[in-house]
């Protein structure tokens, strides 16, 4: 019945907009002019903040791993290295390697990036379900570049499985940081975190989602994931869309596919997607109204998924997402805007551009992704 209904609500709206907005060969042109330079200059310089900034510093001489910041960067900026001759992680990257591995290695000493002391109820037990999938996953993305799974990853995702919930509610996911944030620590954050964790196991090389050790987890993952996922706003369906790419099989083809419906429809005039309509019904802390603009952070995650999913660039409302990207990429800086759906922000300070690094990072995924 779902699919049904994302199916009809593409025929009616996407394909007639696509139709009347039909790619062009000045559209395909401008897919792939965009400066990577300067968005791996921003996003290195991002990263560099992040880490020497005191609010970010924990103990071991560590920093948290940030879903906004490190995380997407992590991700993307080895995307950027054939393009500029680049023979080795950077300097930044390097720095936050270390850091995880570190933290990895440190596991049963470090401190959670977040204490019940200071910042309440569980949000101790929150900090290492978070942090263990994201160390799994940045250290999975890397040796899947070398195509061998190393010590260090194999640790993480020891950690990983370890606090994997067995019971209750969200049995097969994780604790994860609430903060009334969204789109990463909101109350609906844990799906988001699964999604991860399920991309995580998919990167990893070696073939590592089929070792034996793993299927029982595997097993509670893949049934919280399809068991919740009707309850998802659509950006968490997005993310889920990308996991299921990466781990064949999560999701029945005729669920996947509408998902790809879902992600279609919310295609804007302009070719690009709003987050704030991705999110469901939600408000800002601050009572200020949302940004209803197209965004590269729902822009470039979308038109990650889709390409993930097996959408060709040939398809005219991608071609039109990925026109989108390369068209607002700021000239100056780099980077690509995003805006919080939680508060009115400066979008020039260094905690007002959490989410245009999230948004540079995406974009730059979504415009390198070859396949």
Partial sequence: MKATMLAKCVLATCLLTSLITAGSPRETESASSWNRKAAAGYLDQRESWWAAWP??????ETFCVSCHTALPYALSRPALRAALAEGAPSVNEQRLLDNVTKRVRLWKEVEPF???EKYGANKAIESRGTE????????????????????????AFNNMWALELSAGDDKGAWPW????????????????????AAIAVGTAPENYSSTPQVQKNLKLLAEYLNRESGKQSPINRIVLLWASAKLPGLLAPELQRSFINEALCKQRADGGWSLSSLVGPWKRRDGTPL???????????????????GISRENVQLERGLAWLARNQNPTEGNWIGY???KQRDLSSYTGRFMSDAATAYAVLALSETH
């Fill in 340 to 342: 919080s759906l939680n």
């Fill in 177 to 196: 940081l609430k903060f009334d944030n969204e789109p990463w620590e909101a109350n609906d954050s844990e799906f988001y975190g699964a999604c991860l």
């Fill in 55 to 60: 609010t970010a510093a924990r103990d071991h």
């Fill in 291 to 309: 940004d209803e603009k197209s965004d590269g952070y729902a822009s470039g995650l979308v038109a990650l998924a889709l390409q993930q999913a």
């Fill in 132 to 155: 263990a999938v994201l160390n799994a996953l940045i250290l999975a993305s890397y040796d899947a570049r070398h195509r061998k799974l190393s010590a260090a990853a194999r640790d």
């Fill in 114 to 116: 977040y204490k019940d």
